[in-house]
């Protein structure tokens, strides 16, 4: 199950830390990563992670790239995504994922395509 939360209405320029309760997708068998989706928009990976050993490793859409950045507390039952220098575009509906790494051909570093979702948490940036 994945739950996130977090989400909420800033000011153009301002932060938001979104969190996603992860129960069942941890370890090294699973990619993870975030999403949004804007109203007739496509939706958008802003970030992924793969845990490994000794630490995971993390890839960003080039849009996001500086801004925003994924983590995972020690335990891999909570991922994170710290945002900061919010802009107007960066309004929509923010998603966790997780997707077994077998299920798919592609890595983590550009899979697009995610089994498992969370029900989202909206962010608003006027």
């Known amino acids: 199950q994945l739950v996130e939360s977090g989400g909420g209405s800033v000011q153009a320029g301002g932060s938001l830390r979104l969190t996603c309760a992860n129960s069942g997708y941890t370890g090294s068998k699973y990619c993870l990563a975030w999403f949004r989706q804007a109203p007739v928009k496509e939706r958008e990976r802003v970030a992924s992670?793969?845990?490994?050993?000794?630490?995971?490793?993390?890839y960003y859409a080039d849009s996001v790239k500086g801004r925003f950045t994924v983590s995972q507390d020690h335990h891999q039952n909570t991922m994170y995504l710290q945002m900061s220098g919010l802009k107007p575009g960066g309004t929509a509906m923010y998603y966790c994922?997780?997707?077994?790494?077998?299920?798919?051909?592609?890595?983590?570093?550009?899979?697009?395509?995610?089994?498992?979702w969370g029900q989202g948490t909206q962010v608003t940036v006027s």
């Open positions: 992670l793969y845990t490994a050993t000794g630490g995971f490793t993390t």
């Open positions: 994922a997780a997707d077994p790494i077998s299920a798919r051909s592609s890595s983590c570093a550009t899979r697009r395509e995610y089994t498992y």
